[in-house]
């Protein structure tokens, strides 16, 4: 019994970790890790797009790549295991979106909602099998006529697209460091 709930909570831990690695991959355009949070045959509903996650991915990084911010957070997890292989995920989800829309002008859009995914276990691995987003707020926003130098001002760095980001120097350093230490 003890086992099973240790298993349990480990598998809750890495559909978290999916989750989450798929914030970083659509906010920072990072394709590698996007690839990461779902199966190669998953099939995802985001309203403007429907079809292959493979699709949704190309979709999206044609999108977020031209440097636009974006920050996706998640909460609410609620896992709900249908077997050992497989479970329904519902997680609540607010993200802030710039984007260039039809003109090539930047708009910013504040979205509400939640995920509702099929997760599957395959060789100890937990992605995303099928997705669909549902809607609960859109809110279109005016953007600051300041730059974005002005904006941030001493408020430095800026967060950036892969490769770009901080967030990726930092496993480098712990890797240079750890081999430093081996030396």
Known sequence: MK???IAE???REAIRDCLYRYCRG???ADEAA?????WPNARDNHGAYCGSAAGFINFALN???AGPRNIHQITNILI??????EAAVESYFVALQRAPDGAGRISQVLIGGRYCDLFSKRGGDWRIAKRTVVYDLV???TLAAASETEQFGARQPIGASYPDDPVYALGK???VQEAQSEA
Request: proline share 0%; hydrophobic share 35%; glycine share 0%.
């Open 3 to 5: 086992h099973k709930k």
């Open 173 to 175: 350093t712990a890797l």
């Open 139 to 141: 809110d279109e926003q």
């Open 34 to 38: 996007l690839r990461s949070a779902y």
């Open 80 to 85: 709900e295991f249908n077997n050992r292989k």
């Open 9 to 11: 909570l480990l598998d």
């Open 63 to 65: 999108i977020f790549k």
């Open 26 to 28: 659509i906010d920072r």
